[in-house]
């Protein structure tokens, strides 16, 4: 009996480590730069610092590498994401924060980004609960405008 509990557990803390991955991911309406586009015009609306954007399939096309479209966009709110470096200075590996726009091979676009719980529990932060519920809520409305979702009542 104790055997089987433990195997039962064992496969449980297995299962709930390795199924988290920490990405939350979302069906796009649009095309890749578009979703972008789309993103980036939503967060300087609410005055959030874009920091750079970069297109892989560029830089894989200037190597003769052919890549479908994928698209990265660095953008942060030093009045949220600050708060985490005071608990932890190792979050600054994970932000500021970054959103991936990228399409499948059937055609697919998808946009991509990292959970704000999942960064604050890498590192071990878990005095910010506050933070990071503003930050999900506020990526999960910006992303759902992005990809064309109407906004949750």
């Given amino acids: 009996m104790n055997r089987l509990l433990v195997a039962v557990f064992s496969i449980f803390i297995f299962s709930t480590a390795s199924a988290g991955d920490g990405l939350v991911t979302k069906q796009s309406g649009f095309g890749a730069s578009e979703t972008l586009d789309r993103l980036e015009a939503v967060l300087k609306k609410k005055g959030i610092t874009i920091f750079a954007r ?41 932000l500021p924060m970054k959103a991936l726009a990228w399409e499948d091979a059937d055609g697919q676009v998808w946009l991509t980004y990292n959970d704000p719980q999942y960064i604050a529990d890498r590192h071990g932060i878990a005095d910010r609960g506050e933070i ?22």
Avoid: C, W, Y
């Fill in 132 to 153: 990071v519920s503003k930050m999900t809520g506020a990526l999960d409305k910006m992303t759902n405008a992005a990809i064309g979702e109407p906004a949750k009542q």
């Fill in 54 to 94: 970069v297109s892989h399939a560029g830089g894989a096309e200037g190597v003769g590498i052919e890549l479908r479209p994928t698209e990265l966009l660095i953008f942060g709110n030093p009045k949220l994401g600050s708060h985490f470096f005071t608990s932890n200075q190792t979050a600054g590996i994970d």
